[in-house]
């Protein structure tokens, strides 16, 4: 996985350095545009390809939603549809959000709250969350509350519980690469049956190649019985990003920090786990992250 994460990362910026980043940018922009006519309305609309060290594949259609927003504030909706594995099987997961932001006097700050509602679509597994954000254009921060809301279910003779969490994050423009951010995730799981709370970080390097793509590097490191996980994603944005540099731009900036007023940032989306997690209850507990 190390390896595919190297040879995915020299790849992206060798075509760069090249012609093909113009072919590129138009093929991304080509998938982005097709993503957005699955949900009709105005706003962000993202899809997302991740891949997890020895698992296959997860897939994320996601929309941003504007509904009443001024110069100052918006009120808006998000959602998304993504598929998750659980326990070896396959489920999907429906998450509906809304969020309140308003920026400072002078624009360079946007606070925010927001709550959603997740639902395992297949096995009726639900959970609530309240978050909190932050933002500025060289650094942000987030953080968020997960509440179960179901019981425990039994799903083909195995105990299964959705249990509580709460996530935090801290994000960083990189020095003279303002295309480019480091980032860090706390996370910790409440068990239930599980003698021991699931908690690990996640560090992430986050790179907006295009105004339409987006590529992720992380590794998340854990007490999960599965160790630590590395994890490629690949975001296919659109409309393009105009509030966003990006690596098409140049590769290195004239000032350390781009700074910027967060007004075109009203719309973004919220950063939180979409994925609810369900501790399985055998003879050995395990628990989904």
Do not use: C
Request: proline share 2%; hydrophobic share 35%.
């Amino acid at each position: 996985m190390k390896l595919l994460i190297k040879i995915v990362l020299i790849y992206f910026l060798t075509l760069f350095a090249s012609n093909s980043g113009e072919i590129l940018q138009n093929v991304s922009g080509k998938i982005s545009e097709f993503a957005s006519s699955v949900i009709p309305g105005e706003g962000l609309t993202e899809v997302n390809i991740e891949i997890k060290e020895g698992q296959e594949p997860d897939f994320t259609i996601l929309g941003v939603r504007d509904i009443y927003n001024n110069e100052n504030s918006n009120f808006f909706t998000q959602f998304s549809l993504h598929n998750n594995d659980v326990g070896g099987e396959e489920r999907y997961i429906g998450n509906l959000g809304f969020g309140y932001r308003f920026l400072t006097n002078d624009e360079s700050i946007m606070v925010g709250v927001n709550s959603f509602y997740d639902k395992d679509l297949k096995e009726g597994h639900a959970r609530g969350s309240i978050g909190l954000e932050a933002r500025a254009s060289v650094v942000e921060f987030n953080v968020n509350q997960y509440y179960s809301l179901t019981n425990m279910k039994t799903i083909s003779g195995t105990d299964e519980q959705s249990i509580g969490s709460i996530d935090y994050k801290l994000s960083s423009q990189i020095p003279y690469m303002p295309w480019g951010e480091f980032s860090w995730t706390g996370y910790k799981h409440e068990a239930d049956k599980a003698t021991v709370d699931t908690e690990g970080d996640i560090f992430s390097l986050e790179m907006a190649l295009t105004p339409s793509l987006q590529l992720d590097l992380s590794r998340d490191k854990s007490n999960h019985a599965d160790g630590d996980v590395s994890a490629i994603n690949l975001f296919f944005i659109y409309p393009p990003r105009d509030n966003k540099s990006t690596l098409a731009d140049g590769f290195i900036n004239d000032e350390i920090w781009r700074k910027e007023s967060m007004k075109n940032k009203l719309s973004d989306k919220v950063e939180r786990n979409n994925n609810l997690v369900i501790e399985i209850q055998g003879s050995v507990i395990i628990t989904s992250k």
